[in-house]
Every structure is written in C-alpha cells, then in structure tokens.
C-alpha cells in the first residue's frame, strides 16, 4: 500500500462517462487466429515440463484476483464459471499453474480475505460444483490449480467468532481467538499498542468490555494457534480442498499465526501509518510459526505432487529462507523485485540477496513483480511509455531467473494501476485510515478482454464493481492477440521459449559483466540475460537474440530493454 499512484488512468474526472455499454460485445475471441510463427506446441513441452513431484520449482503461476478476472454470470463480478471460460486463453498464455485469491463465503469486508466458510464457495463466485467444473476443466488443459487458504483470521461472521461472542469471557469458545481483558482501571484501553495493518488500533472491544485482536480489519478476528481445535480445523480445511483435486496453496500471511508470549507492546517510533511493518515487528514472523507450517507440510505431502507457497513479508531473506527449511512449505515469495526501484543496482541485489539465502536450504526463489496488494509495476516504474518499457524488460528479467513465478492477471497485458475516484474506493484501507490512504483497489481493475467501450468484455455489460478505463480499449486482450509487438505476444513468446530452453530449467546461474546502468546474467551453457536500465543504448552481448522487450537499435541494447541471448 502506498500513494505512488503516479500515471495511471485517471478515472475520478469523469464518473457519468463510466457507464458507457458496450453495443457490439462478443462472448468468444477467436483464438485460433492467434499462432505465432512457429508452432506453440503445448502438448508435448507442457507435459514434460510439468510432471513430476517437483513441478513447482519451476512452474509459472497465474493469479485470479476472482473479483476482476471474469464475470461469468453477468452480475459485474468475476466468478469461477468466468475463469473456466477463460482457460483456453490461460493455456495459449502457456502458464503452468493458478493461484485463485479467495472465492470462499464471506462478507467482503477485505475482497475475502475474511472468509466466513472457509469450506464453501461464496454465491458471489459459484458452488462447489461450479469449483469442480472449472478445476476438471483446467487440468484437462495440463493447467494446475492452487488456492488460498487464510489461517491467520476467519470472517466476524464464521460460526466461531458469533458462537464466541455469545459465550462470553473465559469460554472455551473465546479461546479460539484472541480475546482479553483491556488496560486502565476499567479497561477501556486496548491490552496492547499494536497497530491494525488498515489503520487504527489491532484491538476491538465487544459489548461485555473485553477485546479482540485483528491484526488486519476488526472483520477479521485472529485465531489462536496456540489452542490445538485451530490447527486441527485449518488440517480439515486443507484437506477438503486437496481431496476435491487442488494442486497447492497461498498461504496468506505466513508469518503471522504464531504470536509472541504476553503480547507485550512493540516499539512504534517508526509506525508510519496502515500498511508499516516495523523491524523487529512483534505481530509477524515469531518463531512458534514454524511448528504450524510443519503441520501443512505434512498434510499436503500425504497427497501426490502438491505444494504450498507462503505470503510472508518478513525482514530480509536470511528469515525467508526459513520458510522453506525441507519440512515447512515448499516455495516462498520473494518481494524483492517488488520493493527494488528500477536500477541495475538494486535488481542485482535483490536477485543475489535472494538467490543466496534460498540456496542454503536447497529451495527455489519465487519471483514476484505485481499482486492484488501492490501498485502494478508497470506504473511503479513511471507508468506511460517508460514504465510499459521497464515492465516489460522487468518481464523478461522475472521470467529467466532460476525457480518458480508467479504472474498477476493483467500483468501479460501491461495494464497499469487505475486511479479510482472516492465513491468507487471497497478496500478497508480508504475508511480505516480516515481517507488518508486510498488503498488497493487502483490494481484491482476487472480485466479488459474484447470490444471498444468499457467493460470490455469482462461480463455482460453490466457495471462492473470497479469502473474500468476507457483509454483500456488500446490494450484489451482482443487487441494485444495477433499483434506480434504486444506485450501480450511478448509474454506469450517468453513463455513459449521457457519450456523449451533447458538452460532455464535448471538453477545453474551466473553474473556476466556489463556496462554501467546494466545487469547480465548466464543461465546453463550459453544463455545470456541482459538488462540496460540505465538511459544510454548499449552494445548488445554477443549472440544470437532470442527475445528483446523492445525494438533493438542495430546492435545496441537501448534503455528500458532486456533480452535473451543465445551465446
Ligand atoms: C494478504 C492478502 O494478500 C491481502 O489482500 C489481505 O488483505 C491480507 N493478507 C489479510 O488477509
Ligand atoms: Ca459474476
């Protein structure tokens, strides 16, 4: 969460325009039409690629923000009849895998992340059936499906936190959260000073005087690990799923089911407001977290080829890596990329950083550039041509690292984060913080796939829950298809060429020297990466180009580029 909302489609002018309909939308794009050159081949490469019990060492994964993907069902809302619509273009994308963001039954009080039944599927997303119909459908396209589970908090209005509530003080059903009595001579005051990560305080207080923690929104009770009906619950939830045919999990906040002795306050003369998390922050990344990921690893390893990937930002990667030791979960994003500004410097750091810390527990790097919760990186690094430019380079940079990656929905079309007026605002942030921060909603667009006017395609017209831009016409997934210069087709290539290339299968890796202002890296024999972020074009490496982000000048490598090269 942060204001850098700089060049993005400015969308607050105008709201009346908003509701433009689409006249001539269509349900099918043709994808037939859309072959390279060459064969793509899937078939084969996919089927090798992908097999194994190791498969996610290396897999690209997609993420379904639910919400924004597609609306099956006309309503304006992504569902799960829309992405099993839509899997015939996530198999041309050529990712391996999904990673949907909740669609459990929930109030939506955090886009889902306050899941009131963990169990079942929201009415907003489908049924359960519709769940079977689209992972059947995925996984006859060789397509793997993960999902989130959320163990930190459950919604206010899962059975639990409302049996809890009606229990009362010392209960053994308030003793699946964290309730306690407040301080001050009639504990009016909050047990601790931890700040909620959505503004004000991490403490809520029920009508009988005591209080809750949430460490996000007060929808969202945390639950107490330390009492065993916790871990043997979230035990029956990951198996619910993985009998019903999941491949993995995003496990949400990773790093912050465990919480330390006595809840004592923390040190805040660094908070920042929502969103800071402090170093040393007394609300993530205790040691008692571990035991539980060993209780996910054991569960999901008593299924074939499954996996698990944690959300944990935590303080450097010598403590990421932790997350990874053989017996807790199996991958663990790395947001390095996504903090690093756009310098040689910084991406050559993180990268190093990050490849080092992982090795030492023999586990892949999972490479990140956007998500739901991130400005899009196409408009962190200045938006407008500059930034489609750096994100694209950016791309082919995440995209040839050794381990897995894992891709946002609309990073293939390089869509930029959307400047929403007030009204449109759903992310708690924008109320928590008294209007201070405008909060996630700018990266939650739907997605823009056909037609000339807004909604593009994404369901049957309707308004969609957030309005989408009218200048998105230029990059809808219709338009960037057959044209050979999209970032669309650039993706598409670079996928392509990952399955193929052995070289990027493997994790041998090495830094090459470059010029000022550039990055370079050899993967296996003869694969050379290149990157010049600096401003002047540069001579190209020698070889023979496989993939460049941009148009190349010659032989020079120009700025904001990257490319592959054959040694
Ligand atoms: C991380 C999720 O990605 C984010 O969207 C959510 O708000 C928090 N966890 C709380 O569940
Ligand atoms: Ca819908």
Redesign the pocket.
Known sequence: MSDAHQNQHDLSAKPDQRAARSADYTTNLDLEGAEFGGELNGEELTAEYRSGSDWWRTAVFYQIYPKSFADGNGDGIGDLIGVKDRLDYLALLGVDALWL?PFYKSPMA??G??VSDPTDVDPMFGTLADFDAMITAAHERGIKVTVDI?P??LSDQHVWFQQALAAGPGSPERARFIFMDGRGPDGSEPPNNWPS??GGPAWTRVPDGQWYLHI?APE?PDVNWANPEVPAEFERILRFWLERGADGFRV??AHSMAKPEGLPDMDLTAYQGPGTQLNPDLRFDNDGVHEHLKMFRRVIDSYENRMAVG?AWVANDERLALYVRGDELHLTFNFRLVEAPWSAESFQSAIDNSLTAMAEVGAPCTWVLS???VIRHTTRYGGGPVGHARGRAAALVQLSLPGAAYLYNGDELGLENVNLPDEALQDPTWERSGHTERG?DGERVPMPWEGTEPPFGFGAGVQPWLPVPPEWAAVTVEAQLDDEGSTLSLYRHALRLRRQLPELHGSAFSWQRGPQGCLAYRRGSNLVVALNAGDVPVELPPGEVLLSSSALEGNKLPANTAVWLRA
């Open positions: 963001s955090d886009g992340y306050d959320v930190n908090h990560i959505f996000f969202q949400d906040v959300e998500n739901h919760d996630r």
